[in-house]
T-cell receptor, first 117, second 111 residues
């Protein structure tokens, strides 16, 4: 079964500093990859997704992620964070090992990004 | 479009009571999902549906039931509520391989 590891449960940074949130997944077969953001007391919103094509994916709010198949990673980056980026970030993977009818996502446990002034 | 809506936003239940969490989407999505979110644990899939009349279990289905009589609605039923079901519940929908769209959540406490 697919598993997703977010290596840091909490990441504190100062405003305008760069940040990287790490995500590794277990299966090396064909995958779709997603990053979601959850602001306090809200549902999840899609930040970006990798389905195919270029391994560097750009999302909303200045975030980007790079798909690395050999390292089974999909790390999220932002060159300069704002206070408003404070939120929990979830990495999710959909793999194709269960056949084409499986549209379920496996989520990581989340990384709480706290941006301090 | 309202997207995915969930009711109620908050609920407190006593042990042994039952309730239904409502979920409606207006995007004509085939696929709908129910997740629970517990602190530090990410999201766990409870049940999902690939279309009206078709449902299947996820990772943590015990203590829950679902039905899907229409494309738009996917209610989650809790029978005999237990403290272990205290959680935040999210409904989501998707069109085949596209990303999932999430509702705002229902915060449930069982005392």
């Amino acid at each position: 079964a697919q598993s997703v590891t977010q290596l840091d449960s909490q990441v504190p940074v100062f405003e305008e500093a760069p940040v990287e949130l790490r995500c590794n997944y277990s299966s090396s077969v064909s995958v779709y990859l997603f990053w979601y953001v959850q602001y306090p007391n809200q549902g999840l919103q899609l930040l970006l997704k990798y389905l195919s094509g270029s391994t560097l994916v750009k999302g909303i709010n200045g975030f980007e992620a790079e798909f690395n198949k050999s390292q089974t990673s999909f790390h999220l980056r932002k060159p300069s964070v704002h206070i408003s980026d404070t939120a929990e970030y979830f990495c999710a993977v959909r793999d194709f090992t269960s056949g084409g009818s499986n549209y379920k996502l496996t989520f990581g446990k989340g990384t709480l990004l706290t941006v301090n002034p | 479009n309202a997207g995915v809506t969930q009711t109620p936003k908050f609920r407190i239940l006593k042990i042994g009571q039952s309730m239904t969490l409502q979920c409606t989407q207006d995007m004509n999505h085939n696929y709908m999902y129910w997740y629970r979110q517990d602190p530090g644990m990410g999201l766990k899939l409870i049940y999902y549906s690939v279309g009206a009349g078709i449902t299947d279990k996820g990772e943590v289905p015990n203590g829950y039931n679902v039905s899907r009589s229409t494309t738009e609605d996917f209610p989650l039923r809790l029978e005999l509520a237990a403290p272990s079901q205290t959680s935040v519940y999210f409904c989501a929908s998707s069109y085949l391989d596209s990303e999932q769209f999430f509702g705002p959540g229902t915060r449930l406490t069982v005392l």
